[in-house]
């Protein structure tokens, strides 16, 4: 088991990745997984989707905005509280923000996106950072976009921004705390099918008229495996980096998209 006796916190639950990380959590043998989002129902439903695992992993659920520091505080806190330590996050909350241009995005609203994806993001992993400290280390991932490596057909100018931030505060960051036997690594999703990938394909196919399989080949034909990979994949991929096998890794970037982008 990836994670045996571990003590997950996970950001941004939600009917997509989020959700999947708290399953494969529970799944390969945490002990606890913190669940925080912005709305309670949403932690409600991840609580009942691990304990329907059978599982013995317990869930702390923790109504978090990661762009308040207090918020932060307080869910590293319960968290200490419950459980005693903090082994492992998984920084995964997110504001995507307008579909924009460089050129003609409307830089105000980038605010919160940079807000949330950057600053909020630090927040987090700063607030986590003492405790992992005094238990002799600890490991942080944040999940971070293709679109901030390789300029996607979609526009979404201001989340790659953010997401391009978050990248290079990674190897400062994996810098600073190595030293504590802390790592910090990045992991660059692209199409990921679940719930949020589903919806949109399912209401561009009513608008367009285009069959849903037809979508997904287009998307597909890009990608060296031939297909779009699923959530599940995902947050297994980016809990490998949380786990005791990756502990030669730190200021790394995974890219977890079937292979649409080789740097």
């Known amino acids: 088991m990836l994670l045996k006796d571990k003590i ?7 009917p997509g990745l989020g959700v999947k990380l708290a399953i494969e959590a529970a799944r390969e043998g945490a002990r606890g997984v913190v669940c925080a989002a912005r709305t309670a129902d949403k932690l409600d439903d991840a609580e009942a989707r691990v304990e329907a695992l059978g599982t013995s992993c317990k869930v702390l659920k923790v109504v978090t905005d990661i762009a308040d520091r207090g918020q932060c505080e307080k869910l590293v806190a319960e968290t200490i509280k419950t459980f005693g330590r903090i082994d492992a996050l998984v920084n995964s909350a997110f504001v995507h923000g307008d579909f924009d241009f460089a050129a003609s995005a409307d830089l105000d609203r980038w605010q919160q996106v940079l807000g949330v994806n950057l600053i909020g993001t630090l927040k987090l992993s700063q607030a986590v950072l003492p405790s992992m400290q005094s238990n002799g280390g600890g490991a942080i991932v944040m999940v971070n976009t293709m679109a901030a490596r390789k300029v996607p057909s979609v526009p979404e100018a201001g989340y790659a921004a953010s997401k391009g931030a978050l990248s290079t505060a990674v190897k400062f960051l994996a810098t600073e705390v ?5 790592r910090v690594n990045s992991i660059h999703m692209g199409w990921m099918w679940g719930a949020p990938v589903e919806g949109y394909m399912r209401g561009q196919s009513e608008q367009h008229g285009i069959p849903l399989e037809d979508l997904k080949a287009q998307v597909s034909k890009d990608i060296p495996l031939g297909r779009i990979v699923t959530d599940d994949e995902c947050a297994r991929a980016a809990l490998f980096l949380v786990s005791d096998y990756a502990s030669a890794v730190t200021g790394a970037a995974l890219d977890c998209n079937g292979g649409a982008y080789m740097p």
Do not use: C, E, L
Request: aromatic letters at 0%; zero cysteines; proline letters at 0%.
């Open 8 to 14: 997950v916190i996970i950001s941004g639950i939600g």
């Open 178 to 182: 190595g030293k504590h036997n802390i």
